[in-house]
């Protein structure tokens, strides 16, 4: 990879990747690495930067695994990111001290409308708090909102949530004679 590829690289992956409302805060301030078997780069506006086999990406918390990551830069900026695979993983921190665990056939970042969407076969896990699952998941970054789905083909998501209190002890005053 050359010095201006792992640039463009490391300046995409930093902000697709990064996003505040589920990331751990400090992830964006550590060193990014990322790995692949190889890449083919345009480094002019609009020209594409695809890395292909075994794709890894590590930032802090954040490790992401692809077989192939499309990325697309426009008006000097990036504007999208797409990662496919069998499947795309990405693990993370939440600052919360939780972590967000997800799968997808594909995921695909769009800059411009701070927008991930998730399909085939996509679940998002936040352990201990409960998970969303369906063939399309939508996460709107700059709103925080979720919206999942069925897909095309008129399946359904998946909703989970976990109970405050796994313990499994009573409440207080309770004396278990229901």
Do not use: W
Request: proline letters at 2%; hydrophobic letters at 35%; charged letters at 25%.
């Amino acid at each position: 990879m050359t010095r201006t590829t792992a640039k463009l690289v490391l300046a995409v992956a930093a902000v697709c990747f990064a996003h505040a409302a589920v990331a751990k805060s400090s992830d964006r301030r550590q060193t990014m690495r990322v790995q692949a078997d190889r890449s083919d780069c345009v480094v002019t506006d609009g020209g594409p930067c695809v890395l292909t086999g075994n794709v890894n990406i590590v930032q802090g918390s954040l490790v992401i695994e692809a077989a192939r990551a499309d990325i697309r830069q426009g008006d000097g900026d990036i504007q999208s990111a797409r990662l496919t695979g069998s499947p795309v993983k990405l693990r993370q921190e939440m600052d919360n001290g939780g972590t967000m665990n997800a799968t997808a056939a594909q995921v695909d970042y769009d800059l411009r409308q701070d927008t991930v969407v998730f399909t085939g076969g996509a679940v998002v896990q936040q352990p201990g708090r409960g998970s969303i699952a369906g063939e399309r998941i939508v996460y709107n970054m700059r709103t925080g909102q979720v919206q999942g789905g069925g897909g095309e083909n008129g399946g359904r998501v998946t909703l989970q949530f976990e109970p405050r209190n796994r313990t499994g002890e009573r409440d207080a005053g309770d004396d278990g004679n229901d």
